[in-house]
């Protein structure tokens, strides 16, 4: 089973988040013989936050080249907490979904407002493929009417919405999509894959501290030693 792990940022605001979260990630990836892409710069827009909308092309691109397995993406300020997890194990008992995310409000199942902070995409499933394409669609036709160069409190969209209205066109998709519980992943506290959104900690210097040292006790917890992958830029 193919699993390959993606990360992005802009070139110069986020990067140096990018530089704390992606040793934790890549060290993962490299214990576990999974693959591991980064990307920095922007894929569509010209603004530092335009690079939220580079996880669409990077997975389509991805897609594309014929990837068969799991794709893995994770925001910038999204890192791996425990080093031991088995994903391998975790992943075969929802080889059957098309996704797995966190929704909105913890619990909810059949849910079309979720959160894409971590956001596992099995493209080995037809609806998953589908969705991706259609994510693709919305963001071109976005970008056309001139939404995603529009300040974010007068946009009517972004990639997070988008995805959020190709879930709620689509009940096939959402019973098809594994809801996962923000304690293992994409919340503050999650056990697996953590995520320090900007709305809990506005302050970017602040927030890559706190990332920092929640790397540096997950190696430490899990007995591996960071060198190997700190000071090395993806």
């Not at 699993?3 to 990018?18: C, E, G, H, K, N």
């Amino acid at each position: 089973m193919r699993i390959r792990f993606i990360q992005t940022s802009d070139a110069v605001r986020y990067a140096p988040m990018l530089d704390v979260t992606s040793v934790s990630v890549r060290a993962f990836c490299a214990r576990n013989a999974y693959e591991y892409e980064s990307f920095r710069g922007l894929k569509v827009g010209a603004r530092p936050q335009d690079a939220t909308y580079n996880r669409i092309a990077l997975l389509n691109e991805s897609i594309d080249a014929g990837f068969e397995g799991w794709l893995v993406f994770l925001d910038t300020d999204a890192f791996i907490v425990d080093l031991r997890f088995d994903l391998d194990a975790y992943l075969k008992r929802y080889e059957d979904r098309a996704l797995i995310l966190r929704p909105s409000v913890p619990g909810a199942e059949g849910a079309w407002r979720v959160n894409v902070g971590v956001l596992f995409v099995n493209t080995r499933h037809p609806l998953a493929v589908t969705a991706m394409r259609a994510w693709r669609r919305m963001l071109h036709i976005a970008k056309a009417a001139g939404q995603i160069a529009l300040p974010p409190h007068y946009a009517l969209v972004d990639d997070q919405k988008l995805l959020q209205f190709h879930l709620m066109l689509t009940p096939a998709l959402r019973r098809a999509t594994h809801y996962e519980d923000p304690r293992l992943i994409n919340g503050a506290e999650a056990s697996f894959i953590a995520h320090y959104l900007l709305s809990d900690v506005p302050d970017l210097d602040m927030r890559i501290a706190m990332i920092a040292a929640r790397i540096d006790r997950a190696f430490a917890e899990a007995e591996i030693d960071p060198t190997p992958w700190r000071g090395v830029q993806t």
